[in-house]
């Protein structure tokens, strides 16, 4: 095998030569005696930069500018202060900085308010590992111009990440991470970025319960509160802050899942931290089962998603798991039910369900469409709630202009509390809708890769060779979501509609995922029609999956 570069050697010395942390030096220098033999591992270290964009910051955790570590948190921190100085915001107010329980995230924030302390900004840093929520809480609660979130909310245990909000409390869209990216790549040397060792104030527990007495006022006054649950918090941050909020609110006490109540980086009981993966859910409904509770709730690690599972005579184990769309148009329900704001907005994105805009029309109530995201749906002028079908849900946007999965599971409670005391449940209120809007019935087609090309290579073969007929159905419009459609920005991914169907193909912006969401939508006579109406709509489902995979190539 070839030796490294004399240009990879400088430049993988420079960076061991500034590299604040003994364990990626150490993993750095060995990689370079490595290098003699074996150059790759290396050269893809320094393949380029981890990209700053409007996630912020997420990766793997190790050494060199393609990983998370504590120079690259140091430079994004630098790069964050200089875009605040320039634009006029730095004496405006704090910074806050919040962090969850990952390997390496609270170092990581407390570089954070070092390096905002030495460029004579306030840094205020949440007391301990909290849930994202409780950050985006807090940048509006405590005026502050910015804040820091580190976490990489359900990716897997060896990656972490730093997600940005500016004084609205809403995560960076562009053109503020490209300006903060280009500061970011204006970084010299990482020993002439100014830092106060031991800077930034921890704030107290004050901020927490602030947000506590938001999260309970979410809910109606003299609402029912019976409704009985169990809760993981899947290794996460969730478990006590959720527990806290059900205790203030008047709620039965959640049975907790135990194995998996304590926060751990290395999330020993799943493959993967996300609800959504197959086995994330098995020890709650394992739990669900011996204690029979109205509702199983899981939080995503950093507690800003919410996943639900209900009781189900038909269901495999007697529990059936809610689809985002499922519970967002649950949520949109019961808050139009209980009288929306004046010229309140429903939103979601373009790949959550359409049930949505049925609802809002049904109740004269406004609607938004935008990209995928939270940094979008937050910024619908007029939000009263918005969802995405990632478990994604923003119920009290003064409060928390981002997701958040505990007051959605507060919310989400009280609806099944007052259905339990009128002797209806959830999956009853889903068939009303459904009676009401037609069947909107969604799937997800979502290919992990560990080749970045192949997902390139999906999106060109759909873009050179579009698909004129899917599952059987014409294909009747197709937009290239990268040249901007319908009034939205651009971004990369395809959007198919069909006749009774609508497919959106797009790259997963957190992860190494190609993502296909697809929903059919079936008109239904009556409550005897529900039978064959969600057939109807599962069978076209599958078969628009296949003929979409065929033509993705995948």
């Not at 964050?80 to 806050?96: K, N, S």
């Not at 070092?114 to 940048?139: I, K, N, Q, W, Y």
């Not at 976490?151 to 990440?161: E, F, V």
């Not at 949520?331 to 309140?344: E, F, I, Q, S």
Request: aromatic share 4%; charged share 25%; glycine share 10%.
């Amino acid at each position: 095998m070839s030796a490294p570069s004399d240009d990879l050697n400088r430049r993988a010395a420079a960076w061991l030569a500034e590299d604040p942390d003994p364990e990626t030096r150490a993993e750095l220098a060995a990689l370079i005696e490595a290098a003699e033999t074996d150059p790759a591992p290396l050269a893809e270290r320094f393949a380029g930069t981890l990209t700053f964009g409007t996630a912020g910051l997420r990766g793997e955790l190790g050494a060199g500018p393609t990983r998370m570590n504590r120079a690259v948190v140091i430079r994004a921190a630098a790069g964050l202060a200089a875009y605040l100085r320039d634009t006029g915001q730095a004496g405006a107010g704090p910074v806050v900085i919040g962090y969850d329980a990952r390997h390496n995230s609270a170092r990581f924030a407390r570089d954070t308010a070092e390096v905002m302390a030495g460029a004579g900004l306030t840094a205020l840093l949440l007391p301990r590992p909290l849930p994202t929520p409780v950050l985006a809480f807090a940048v509006r609660h405590l005026g502050a111009v910015a804040g820091v979130e580190v976490t990489a909310s359900h990716n897997p245990p060896r990656d972490n990440g730093y997600k940005v909000y500016l004084g609205d409390g809403s995560q960076i869209v562009e053109p503020a991470d490209r300006e903060i990216a280009a500061r970011i790549a204006a970084i010299g040397a990482l020993d002439s970025v100014p830092r106060t060792e031991g800077g930034g104030t921890v704030l107290d527990e004050a901020v927490v319960e602030a947000y506590l007495d938001r999260a309970a006022g979410v809910l109606a006054p003299g609402s029912a509160r019976s409704a009985t649950t169990v809760h993981t918090a899947l290794h996460g941050v969730g478990a006590a802050p959720l527990a806290a909020a059900f205790a203030r609110a008047g709620f039965p006490v959640p049975v907790a899942v135990a194995e998996q109540a304590e926060p751990d980086p290395d999330f020993p009981t799943v493959a993967f931290p996300n609800p959504e993966e197959p086995g994330a859910m098995d020890l709650a409904l394992a739990t669900a089962r011996r204690h029979s509770p109205d509702l199983v709730l899981a939080n995503d690690p950093d507690a800003d998603r919410l996943a639900a599972a209900v009781p189900d005579e038909a269901a495999e184990g007697g529990w059936r798991m809610l689809r985002g769309d499922e519970t967002g148009a649950l949520l949109a329900a019961h808050l139009v039910r209980r009288g929306l704001p004046k010229g309140g907005v429903l939103a979601t994105s373009i790949v959550s369900s359409s049930l949505l805009s049925r609802i809002a029309e049904a109740a004269g109530a406004g609607y938004a469409e935008t990209l995928t995201g939270f940094k979008w749906i937050s910024r619908a002028e007029g939000l009263a709630f918005g969802y995405e079908e990632a478990l994604g849900y923003c119920v009290d946007p003064d409060g928390v202009r981002d997701k958040d999965g505990i007051t959605a599971a507060l919310l989400l409670t009280e609806l099944a509390s007052e259905l339990k005391e009128e002797g209806r449940t959830l999956l009853d209120l889903l068939d009303e809708l459904a009676v009401r809007h037609g069947v909107h019935a969604t799937s997800q087609l979502s290919v992990r890769v560990e080749d970045l090309s192949v997902i390139a290579d999906a999106m060109d073969r759909l873009r050179s060779a579009p698909p004129e007929r899917l599952g059987g159905l014409p294909v009747v419009r197709t937009e290239d979501l990268s040249a901007g459609a319908g009034g939205l920005p651009p971004t990369d991914g395809l959007r198919y509609t069909l006749d009774g169907a609508r497919v959106v193909v797009r790259p997963s912006g957190t992860e190494p995922k190609l993502k296909c969401y697809l929903e059919a939508v079936v008109p239904v006579g009556g409550p005897e029609g529900l039978p064959e109406a969600r057939a109807a709509a599962a069978r076209t489902l599958a078969a628009v999956e296949t003929d979409l995979a065929e033509a993705a190539g995948l």
